[in-house]
């Protein structure tokens, strides 16, 4: 298990994107590549894979470190210069799998998470979703998004805020799980569906990030989960959301949980990986 401190170090940085979107036919090409197990150089990668590359620069780099913020590879040197090799996570062979093409809800909810994790996730994705939450709200400016981050990060030539908000409102990307919409001169924040046919992959979620925050700790307040995660706030959900969703958790046996003191003290009872292979068991 990696330390906290690679993991930290590991967040993509804010320019990772190269100003493109998460394009899922791209990103269905690179799971295929991964699964033959092969690696290659990044023109290499787009001949097999038709994802775009120039002599110098294309989209390559790009859908490589989006897979990997999103949780479905990981991406070993390889054996000779410049050569990479993505290696398919739990979670990304069963999204090969089961939803290759990334079209059901449930997949594009779940790689919106991976980006949104402070260890291994998205700079900009990160602190929109996770601190910016008791900043920003749920409802806020381009510019004060855009002054949010300016602040956290220092100002560039360029807004910070690249195609994050463009990942969410086009039909190639992610708009099915609609993070963030338009309203006018706003842009507004849409929580995660509370809904018990999602609660695999909730639960696979929740595990992940608990084995990568607390990997010696089977139990933790919850107060402290949060402090550490910022889960309730990347999901966008009330407390009371935040309640119901550790019900169905309790319910599925992946945690228990003590009511009888304030906060609630969590016991994890299961592995993420466990949870990776079966989460669209109860999609219908």
Request: with cysteine.
């Amino acid at each position: 298990m990696s330390n906290p401190l690679e993991l930290t170090q590991s967040r993509l940085p804010v320019t990772f994107h190269r100003t493109f979107v998460p394009e899922r036919h791209y990103l269905s090409a690179l799971l295929r590549f991964a699964s033959q197990g092969i690696e290659g150089t990044n023109q290499e990668i787009s001949l097999e894979t038709g994802i775009p590359m120039g002599g110098s620069d294309g989209k390559v780099p790009a859908v490589l470190s989006y897979a990997q913020g999103m949780g479905l590879i990981t991406i070993a040197k390889g054996s000779k210069p410049g050569s990479k090799k993505p290696i398919l996570t739990t979670f990304g062979r069963t999204v090969f799998l089961e939803d290759l093409h990334l079209s059901e809800y449930i997949s594009q909810l779940l790689i919106h998470l991976h980006l949104c994790r402070k260890y291994g996730g998205a700079q900009v994705w990160y602190l929109t979703f996770g601190p910016g939450y008791d900043i920003l709200g749920l409802r806020f400016t381009q510019e004060s998004l855009d002054h949010y981050l300016s602040g956290l990060c220092g100002k560039r030539n360029r807004s910070l805020i690249g195609p994050l908000i463009r990942t969410y409102e086009e039909p190639a990307a992610l708009k099915k799980v609609g993070a963030l919409k338009t309203d006018g001169n706003e842009i507004v924040r849409t929580s995660s569906p509370v809904l018990r046919e999602f609660m695999l992959g909730y639960a696979s979620f929740f595990l992940s990030i608990w084995e990568a925050h607390f990997p010696n700790d089977q139990q933790v307040t919850l107060t402290d989960f949060e402090y550490q995660t910022y889960w309730q706030r990347i999901n966008g959900w009330t407390e009371r959301q935040t309640e119901t969703v550790i019900q169905y958790l309790q319910e599925l046996r992946i945690i228990d949980v003590d009511k009888q003191i304030k906060p609630w003290v969590l016991t994890r009872l299961a592995e993420a990986e466990t949870y990776w292979r079966i989460f669209f068991r109860e999609i219908s």
